[in-house]
């Protein structure tokens, strides 16, 4: 094994159970998601190389799958999907500190538009600041406060209707 290799291994070993909830956060859905990271994870390997600031390496993958999940709403892939009467087993994730409270919001949070999703799961799920959020998502701090004031408006107000 090559240092690049055992780099890009130990990597994976120590971040990729928190990536795979980002992307799940991302779809919301635990297949999507695992497609998501694996695409991204191969587009970070063969940029390994060219990637100098092993501190941003997380900031880097990430925003390749907010690019990805991006792309994959362009593009015509959901129409070759075919449904199926089984449904395979899945384990689902729980973090330790869900309360169960998290769950329901997370639902909530999944039928916000794409970009607004993913301006919430960057600031509030992996916590970013919101000039990291702007970095990673290719926009202005401007635009990430207006776009998180707007989801959590929207959160509010759909939250408020579940509960009545």
């Given at each position: 094994?090559?240092?690049?290799?055992?780099?890009?291994?130990?990597?994976?070993?120590?971040r990729?159970?928190?990536?795979?909830?980002?992307?799940?956060?991302?779809?919301g859905?635990?297949?999507?998601?695992?497609?998501?990271l694996?695409?991204s994870?191969?587009?970070?390997?063969?940029a390994?190389?060219?990637?100098r600031?092993?501190?941003?390496?997380?900031?880097y993958?990430?925003?390749?799958?907010?690019n990805?999940?991006?792309?994959?709403?362009?593009?015509?892939?959901?129409?070759?999907?075919?449904?199926?009467?089984?449904?395979?087993?899945?384990?689902?994730?729980?973090d330790?500190?869900?309360?169960?409270?998290?769950?329901?919001?997370?639902?909530?949070?999944?039928?916000?538009?794409?970009?607004?999703?993913?301006v919430?799961?960057?600031?509030?799920?992996?916590?970013?600041?919101?000039?990291?959020?702007?970095?990673?998502?290719?926009?202005?701090?401007?635009?990430?406060?207006?776009?998180?004031?707007?989801?959590?408006?929207?959160?509010?107000?759909?939250?408020?209707?579940e509960?009545?």
């Amino acid at each position: 094994m090559t240092d690049r290799d055992a780099e890009f291994t130990a990597y994976l070993q120590a971040r990729q159970a928190r990536l795979l909830r980002t992307a799940y956060l991302l779809t919301g859905d635990q297949h999507q998601a695992e497609d998501l990271l694996q695409t991204s994870l191969a587009k970070l390997y063969l940029a390994w190389d060219r990637v100098r600031d092993r501190e941003s390496v997380d900031a880097y993958v990430r925003r390749i799958m907010v690019n990805e999940n991006s792309s994959r709403w362009r593009g015509g892939w959901r129409r070759r999907e075919v449904a199926t009467d089984r449904v395979p087993d899945a384990v689902p994730v729980h973090d330790v500190y869900d309360e169960g409270v998290g769950a329901e919001v997370w639902r909530v949070v999944q039928t916000l538009p794409r970009r607004a999703r993913a301006v919430v799961v960057l600031r509030y799920y992996e916590q970013l600041t919101e000039a990291e959020t702007a970095e990673v998502l290719g926009i202005s701090v401007g635009t990430v406060k207006s776009q998180c004031s707007r989801a959590i408006a929207q959160l509010r107000t759909r939250i408020g209707e579940e509960e009545r």
